[in-house]
């Protein structure tokens, strides 16, 4: 479309239709409409310009109309130019509506600022109103003193001198009140005309920048009222309650019982401590200068913190029934996550290394009838004591597997124990009775030799006989339990701050510190607040057994939960709080405590300590070691079974242990110290690969227990001396002494006993008694070298540095021979 003069282009804004509408000009006068599209140009006629009223219909004249546009596309074309004439309509109503929002919000906030500036300028005025009036109060204070100062000297003179002329009339009270005002008026007014305008440091008695506070305001008060009475007035005493923390700044003591910071600073220099207003004194010192001071002592401590986790007592009106949460103990290889797979139809065993449970799964089951149970699944090997003595605390019912085929065994005796200690319920699930040499009631006896009597030998505990593989017995087991949590009546207040254990935690590589939480009162809600032992956070995700996102768990629910700072311990208690600042405060609270807990435990206080723990250490030989687990339960499992590996000459460091990959810091810290790093089901990232390469240091992967701890010893035997044994093989006795030349002394022998070698040691013994030990240089059998000499035959032989021999000594021969030592 080629330009005509004078035609002018208007962009019409919007359309659906990718594309601009443009509107052409020629001497004022519509003529076509030009339609850009992203591929081609097409000219539009305007709309009537067949009729010279504009009235043409979209089948206008065809001769006005371009070439090849049908009439279906005409109206499509004048369609698509109304609507975006239309849409532009719009967005100018729509423009208007937001400039006019905008008029009105920056009318309402300089009307906020109005209101703001008034506020403070009648604030303003107020203070110096006030100030005024105290000003008033104080000099008519002061001329009522000098009045009533004036009056008694006129008529009571007080010396009996002469006056050695005659006085001049004294002017009146009333003449010199007139005076002073005058003057005091006019004053105001020179002082006001340079000063300008009142502020509130002037207002309030401040000199320069320097403002007085209230305090000084009501002392001055004070000395002008006892000024005005005609003397001192002692002021009644304010006893308060201090709090006394363990220590305390000074000037925050002299705070807390509104003191003078200087008479406080001078009562201490009066005990002999010379200190200042920003030391810090203890807490027994501070309450002997409470008590000189007036006023009463009231004790507390840092752990004061912990008093926003309230314990809330709840009423049996807000209790509702909740699940029973159990858990599964025994011996390893007894069959627990197998049994509790049958129980929830699933194959955590499968993906568990080594066939064997190493971490507490945490599992909710629904039966057939309809009732919700919580599983605690916990390992059964012998490194993980701590981990089943958890499982024991959160729960309400220990089901303790034993095998038909295996009766009880040594974790089988400490899971006893540990539910015995936690005072729960047991129940006896008599395992792997499908397998042909199963004997359920040795089982059954063996338990009576622990005080554990089922019911068939007529005791209380139930006992139930299952089979993981077949079924067998499976609903009897439920059944029991049922029947066991009904007895118990369990119930929790879900309508209260959630409070729970953490079973399980880790450092997930995508999702961070993850804790593995039950529930054990309360609700715990996505976005609460909380503090968990040393570490505290806000709920960011809870994610059920399932692996699926719930927005809140309520009394016996596990959930894993993000959105930590840090990775808790397992075994820690989850509390949630009102603000992040509590939280935060009683985090830092428990991990100063637990860091000053940990210096005092390895530190020595006196200098024999030191100088005795430094001695000790000198004689023992350091395995020094690196471990990284996958889980914090599984990290202090094995960090306890290393502290057990040693013995008085050698012992294994764990230098550092936690959860997560092996990171390029861990390789760092063991080159530095010259330790292996050991992972657990965790591997190195590239860049620790990388470096461990470079700098030879050793990455060993592990994913069963017994294998870490057998390595382990094993390095660790290496680090003991081999032990010398000594074996006696003969006895020689002197019968002369000869001197050979270049030679020296040469004993002539009669082997007695055993045999003499020439490779052996030897002992000189005179009258039983040793005077020397060494090595032969020469064994001879008459003229001749030898190897040795046997028993009942003669020889010569000479000590190597040693000379003084006689007859009737008596050589001892004997041979060493190093064992190999191992730990136990």
Do not use: W
């Amino acid at each position: 479309m080629s330009d005509n003069d004078g035609k002018k282009t208007l962009g019409l804004r919007g359309g659906a239709r990718p594309g601009n509408v443009k509107q052409s000009f020629s001497h004022g006068r519509t003529k076509n409409v030009v339609v850009e599209t992203k591929r081609k140009r097409v000219v539009v006629p305007k709309p009537g310009a067949g009729k010279p009223g504009g009235g043409a219909t979209p089948s206008g004249d065809p001769s006005r109309r371009p070439a090849g546009i049908s009439d279906a596309e005409m109206a499509r074309r004048m369609k698509a130019l109304q609507a975006a004439k239309a849409r532009e309509a719009e967005e100018a109503a729509a423009r208007e509506a937001a400039e006019k929002a905008r008029e009105e919000e920056r009318a309402r906030r300089r009307a906020e600022q109005e209101a703001k500036e008034r506020e403070q300028r009648e604030a303003e005025e107020r203070a110096k109103a006030k100030a005024e009036e105290e000003e008033r109060k104080r000099k008519e204070a002061e001329d009522a003193a000098k009045r009533a100062a004036a009056t008694p000297a006129s008529e009571e003179p007080k010396t009996a001198r002469a006056p050695a002329s005659k006085p001049a009339p004294a002017a009146t009270p009333r003449k010199q009140d007139r005076e002073r005002e005058q003057r005091g008026r006019g004053k105001g007014r020179d002082d006001n005309r340079r000063s300008g305008k009142l502020t509130l440091g002037q207002a309030t008695g401040g000199e320069g920048n320097r403002q007085r506070s209230m305090a000084s305001m009501k002392r001055k008060q004070e000395r002008a009222r006892q000024k005005a009475m005609g003397g001192p007035v002692e002021r009644e005493k304010v006893i308060r309650d201090v709090q006394l923390p363990e220590a305390i700044v000074v000037s925050e003591l002299a705070n807390r019982m509104a003191e003078r910071v200087a008479d406080v600073v001078k009562s201490l220099m009066n005990m002999g401590m010379m200190v200042t207003q920003n030391q810090t004194i203890d807490a027994d010192t501070a309450e002997l200068i409470i008590e000189e001071f007036g006023h009463k002592v009231t004790r507390v401590s840092d752990s004061d913190v912990e008093d926003v986790i309230k314990e809330v007592e709840d009423s049996d009106d807000d209790l509702q029934p909740r699940p029973p949460v159990i858990t599964i103990m025994g011996h390893v290889d007894h069959g627990k996550t197998s049994l509790l797979d049958a129980i929830r139809d699933a194959r955590v065993v499968a993906g568990e290394a080594g066939g064997i449970t190493q971490h507490i799964g945490a599992y909710q089951v629904k039966t057939d009838g309809g009732t919700t149970l919580t599983f605690l699944d916990t390992p059964g090997h012998a490194a993980f004591t701590s981990m089943r003595s958890r499982g024991a605390q959160v729960t309400d019912i220990v089901v303790l597997v034993v095998a038909a085929d295996d009766a009880v065994m040594p974790q089988t005796i400490e899971a006893i124990n540990h539910a015995k200690a936690a005072g729960v319920p047991m129940i006896v699930a008599i395992n792997k009775v499908d397998k042909p040499d199963a004997n359920p009631d040795k089982v059954r006896t063996d338990l009576l030799q622990h005080e554990v009597i089922v019911e068939k030998m007529s005791g209380e505990v139930q006992d139930v006989e299952v089979s993981a593989i077949t079924g067998q017995g499976l609903d009897e087991l439920l059944e029991a339990i049922a029947l066991q949590a009904e007895i118990l009546e369990l119930k929790a207040n879900p309508d209260r701050a959630a409070q729970g254990a953490v079973i399980e935690a880790q450092l997930d590589v995508g999702r961070g510190p993850v804790a593995t939480v039950l529930v054990q009162t309360g609700t715990l809600r996505q976005g609460d607040i909380f503090v968990v032992g040393e570490q505290y956070g806000k709920v960011r995700a809870l994610i059920n057994d399932k692996g699926e996102r719930v927005k809140e768990a309520g009394p016996s629910v596990p959930v894993e939960v993000l959105g930590l700072n840090g990775t808790p311990e397992a075994g820690d208690v989850l509390n949630v709080t009102e603000t992040e600042a509590q939280a935060r405060e009683i985090a830092e609270y428990r991990e100063q405590a637990a860091k000053d807990k940990r210096a005092a435990a390895g530190a020595a206080t006196t200098l024999e300590q030191l100088m005795q723990k430094a001695k000790e250490d000198e004689n023992v030989t350091e395995l020094p070691i690196l471990m990284k687990a996958d889980v914090q339960g599984s990290a202090e499992a094995i960090v306890q079974a290393m502290e057990k590996i040693g013995n008085d000459e050698v012992r294994v460091r764990v230098l550092h242990s936690g959860v997560g990959a092996i990171t390029e810091t861990d390789v760092g810290l063991a080159e530095a110290s010259g330790a292996p790093i050991f992972g657990f089901n965790v591997r190195a990232n590239a860049s620790a690969r990388n470096t461990a390469n470079q700098k030879g240091v050793e990455i060993r992967y592990y994913s069963v227990i017994y294998d870490l701890v057998d390595d382990v010893k094993a390095a660790a035997s290496g680090l003991l001396s081999a032990e010398i044994r000594e074996k006696f093989i003969g006895y020689a006795e002197i019968r002369e002494v000869f001197k050979v030349t270049g030679v020296g002394k040469v004993a002539g022998c009669l082997v007695t006993e055993g045999v003499a070698r020439r490779s052996a040691g030897v002992r000189l013994l005179r009258d039983n008694v040793v005077i020397h030990e060494g090595t032969l240089k020469t064994l001879k059998r008459f003229k001749d070298e030898v190897a040795e000499v046997q028993s009942g035959q003669e020889c010569g032989m000479a000590f190597e540095n040693y000379d003084d021999i006689r007859a009737g000594d008596v050589i001892e021969i004997f041979e060493r021979e190093e064992v190999t030592r191992t730990l136990d």
